[in-house]
């Protein structure tokens, strides 16, 4: 791009809700500039596929216009079935299997709620890094870049970018290890991943079934509560609890190392805002955090639960996937039974020991990733670039797969100031406190939104 000013996020799905309330549009003029989003160069590479006529039926449908999500435009990612489409994965090795007979749950709940589905989003092959580039199909552009390319992290890289653009409200995804809220933090949108369970996870295509999660990346928190709601079934009480009267911890240990300078900036800048609104913070450490390398020496779950799902299908045709899944994917076949039975209770013990270690905090705060996001150049597809992917690859799941393991929840919000670069600020916890999560980020999110 070459415009010197970052564009502005277009509107939210609640806002956009209250306009058309009051008849200030239309379900159909909304989705007309989705459209318009979706086959704009800001959002080339973005999508695999689109739906745009039946995008605009469900416009028209006056009773998809009576739901929650009143006919506005909402997006898929390629890990999803959607009758009638066939769910690749982001991959080539999958292009030819059957169509699917049925929306799983999760688009069955969008559609339900009156949502159109304006596309299938582009994503890291199989889920399996948190970059955002993908040989087959090319890499979505970071919705924040300016002159240069930038990477739009991953997995839920079309995702994250068809929601910054505004081709869609919400944008089906993914995380395992972090693959919302990276491209969340990265593009300078909310990704929340809620606990685990909450969302069924049938009819996606599996990393690891231990740790996958379903949810949603949106432009705002009221969005990312809306969209919860919808695909976990369940309605989230509305708090007035106001922000002193939540104990809120940061850890001092490991997310906080190797932050580059934006980071770090934004970070202590939405740390100062906050202790000066009367925030309680406590410096907390969690030397559990230490022991993940150990927990994760044989390759963890994602390295043994994709090797067993991917095995047949790699061992035909090895040659259709990207060398760099192919290769984290290949490595699950070194985890023995035993070393697999000892990683699930050695997984349980830690949960138990982290979440003593948190007893009476509402919530922890960190970056959501310690890095802004890199040139797609530095990373691109490519023998010559795989050490620095590997690097950044690290560097971007390193705090949020945390949470993963933790089979907690949590939520990226942005925390930058305008002319940086895009900086996720994550509220997190242990498994079932989303309703607390998600009533911090509203406050955190109003406190911080002059920034």
Same mark, same amino acid.
């Given at each position: 791009? @070459?415009?010197?000013?970052?564009p502005?996020l277009p509107?939210?799905?609640?806002?956009t809700?209250?306009?058309?309330r009051?008849?200030?549009t239309?379900?159909a003029?909304?989705i007309?500039?989705?459209?318009?989003?979706a086959?704009?160069?800001r959002c080339?590479?973005a999508?695999?596929?689109?739906m745009?006529?039946?995008?605009?039926?469900?416009a028209?449908?006056?009773?998809s216009?009576?739901?929650t999500?009143a006919?506005?435009a909402?997006s898929?990612k390629?890990?999803?079935?959607?009758?009638?489409?066939?769910?690749?994965?982001g991959?080539r090795?999958?292009t030819?299997?059957?169509q699917a007979?049925?929306?799983?749950?999760?688009?069955?709940?969008?559609?339900?709620?009156?949502?159109?589905?304006i596309?299938r989003?582009?994503?890291?092959e199989?889920?399996?890094?948190?970059v955002?580039? @993908?040989?087959?199909?090319?890499?979505?552009? @970071?919705?924040?870049s300016l002159d240069e390319p930038?990477?739009p992290g991953?997995?839920?890289s079309?995702?994250?970018?068809? &929601?910054? &653009?505004?081709?869609?409200?919400?944008?089906l995804?993914?995380d395992?290890?972090?693959?919302i809220r990276?491209?969340?933090?990265?593009n300078?949108?909310?990704?929340?991943?809620?606990?685990a369970?909450?969302?069924?996870?049938?009819g996606?295509i599996?990393l690891s079934?231990t740790?996958d999660?379903?949810?949603?990346?949106?432009?705002s928190v009221?969005?990312?509560?809306?969209?919860?709601e919808i695909?976990s079934?369940?309605?989230v009480?509305?708090s007035?609890?106001?922000?002193?009267r939540?104990?809120l911890?940061?850890?001092s240990?490991?997310m906080?190392?190797?932050l580059d300078?934006?980071?770090s900036?934004a970070y202590q800048r939405?740390?100062?805002?906050l202790?000066?609104s009367?925030?309680r913070?406590? #410096?907390?450490?969690?030397? #559990?955090?230490?022991q993940?390398?150990s927990?994760?020496?044989?390759?963890?779950?994602?390295?043994?639960?994709?090797?067993?799902?991917h095995?047949?299908?790699?061992?035909?045709?090895?040659a259709?996937?990207?060398?760099?899944?192919a290769?984290?994917?290949?490595r699950?076949?070194?985890m023995g039974?035993a070393?697999?039975?000892?990683l699930?209770? #050695?997984?349980?013990?830690?949960i138990?020991?982290?979440?003593q270690r948190l007893r009476?905090f509402d919530?922890?705060?960190?970056?959501t990733v310690?890095?802004?996001?890199?040139p797609?150049?530095?990373?691109a597809p490519?023998?010559?670039?795989? #050490?620095?992917f590997?690097?950044?690859?690290?560097?971007?799941?390193r @705090?949020?797969?945390a949470?993963?393991l933790?089979?907690?929840?949590?939520?990226s919000?942005?925390c930058?100031?305008r002319?940086?670069?895009?900086?996720?600020?994550m509220?997190w916890?242990?498994?079932m406190r989303?309703d607390? &999560?998600l009533?911090?980020?509203?406050r955190?999110?109003?406190l911080?939104?002059?920034?």
């Open positions: 791009m @070459n415009s010197q000013t970052r502005e509107a939210d799905l609640s806002a809700r209250a306009r058309l009051s008849g200030d239309s379900a003029a909304q007309d500039d989705c459209i318009a989003a086959s704009s160069p080339d590479k999508f695999l596929h689109t745009f006529a039946q995008a605009r039926q469900t028209a449908d006056p009773l216009q009576r739901r999500l006919g506005l909402v898929v390629d890990l999803f079935d959607i009758q009638g489409q066939v769910t690749a994965a991959s090795a999958l030819g299997n059957p007979t049925q929306d799983c749950p999760a688009v069955a709940r969008l559609r339900a709620a009156g949502g159109a589905l596309g989003t582009n994503m890291v199989f889920a399996f890094s948190g955002g580039t @993908n040989p087959h199909y090319g890499t979505p552009v @970071n919705a924040a930038l990477i991953g997995s839920s079309g995702a994250a970018v068809s &929601v910054a &653009v505004g081709a869609a409200f919400i944008g995804g993914s395992t290890g972090g693959s990276i491209p969340a933090a990265l300078g949108i909310v990704g929340f991943k809620s606990t369970r909450l969302v069924p996870a049938q996606a599996p079934t740790l999660t379903v949810s949603a990346l949106t432009r009221s969005d990312a509560i809306l969209a919860h695909l079934a369940c309605v009480p509305r007035a609890t106001p922000l002193p939540y104990r911890a940061v850890v240990t490991m906080h190392e190797g300078t934006t980071v900036r939405a740390l100062d805002r202790r000066a009367g925030a913070i406590t #410096e907390i450490t969690l030397p #559990e955090f230490d993940i390398p927990l994760m020496a044989h390759g963890g779950f994602s390295g043994a639960e994709s090797f067993a799902w095995r047949t299908l790699l061992a035909q045709h090895a259709e996937y990207d060398p760099r899944v290769a984290r994917i290949g699950g076949a070194a039974a070393d697999y039975v000892e699930l209770a #050695e997984r349980r013990a830690w138990t020991r982290v979440e009476g919530a922890v705060l960190s970056p310690p890095i802004v996001a890199p797609i150049a530095l990373v490519g023998a010559a670039r795989d #050490e620095a590997f690097l950044v690859n690290a560097q971007l799941l @705090n949020t797969s949470v993963n933790l089979d907690g929840c949590a939520i919000i942005p930058h100031a002319g940086e670069l895009p900086v996720g600020l509220i916890h242990g498994a989303d607390t &999560v009533h911090l980020a509203l955190i999110e109003q911080l939104g002059g920034a």
